[in-house]
């Protein structure tokens, strides 16, 4: 004899009795929001834009423009990659200014930039075009509105194939305009 014991095992519980509990999962690194939770914390509450360029789907770098909670409102453009903030320059951009009234709440986008290019991709489809990448802007019209994902779609060529316009808060399609009416890709 080894020494060793058996002991009875506890009944096997049906897994369905157990509430599974995930914790939230931070977005991927090139994520929109990822961009805006990597930012010092005394930008958070002053998000006025989040634009990005040639996303396929997703862009090597996210702008995110701010204002400075602790000089006066001062806006700043803020770049980040792989969600690092790799440069912050005071921003001189005159119509970035005049959006200084209304703030993009981080916690209000439950549709990521990977979400909003998952919708566009079908509306591009439906009209027999594939999407090469996209441009994106984040914004809010108003101090109480919502904030809206504005998706321009280019070709695999790298012409335009469209605008999808959504809510960023459920994803739904506000306006989608010229897919149809261009030659093929």
């Known amino acids: 004899m080894s020494g060793w014991q058996t002991v ?8 369905a009795d157990y509430a599974q509990v995930v914790a939230p999962q931070p977005p991927p690194p090139n994520w929109a929001v990822a961009a805006m939770t990597a930012i010092d914390p005394k930008y958070i509450d002053g998000i006025v834009l989040v ?8 862009p090597a770098q996210w702008t995110v423009v701010a ?21 912050d320059v005071q921003s ?6 005049f959006r200084q009234d209304v703030a ?8 990521d ?10 509306i591009a489809a439906a009209n027999g075009k594939i999407i090469g990448h996209v441009d994106y802007a984040l914004t809010v019209r108003g101090t109480d509105a919502a904030p809206l994902w504005t998706l321009n779609c280019f070709s695999l060529n790298g012409g335009f194939l469209g605008k999808v316009v ?12 010229g897919f149809k009416n261009l030659a093929p890709n």
Request: hydrophobic share 40%.
């Open 8 to 15: 009875p095992s506890p009944p096997v519980a049906n897994p």
């Open 51 to 58: 634009t990005a360029r040639n996303g396929t789907p997703e």
């Open 67 to 87: 204002r400075d909670s602790n000089d006066l409102g001062t806006l700043h453009k803020i770049t980040v990659a792989n969600g690092q903030v790799i440069a």
């Open 92 to 97: 001189m951009n005159a119509y970035e200014s």
């Open 104 to 111: 993009i709440n981080p916690v209000q986008v439950q549709i």
């Open 113 to 122: 930039s990977g979400d909003a290019f998952l919708i566009a991709e079908p």
């Open 166 to 177: 959504l809510l960023a808060t459920t994803g739904t399609v506000l306006s989608q305009a």
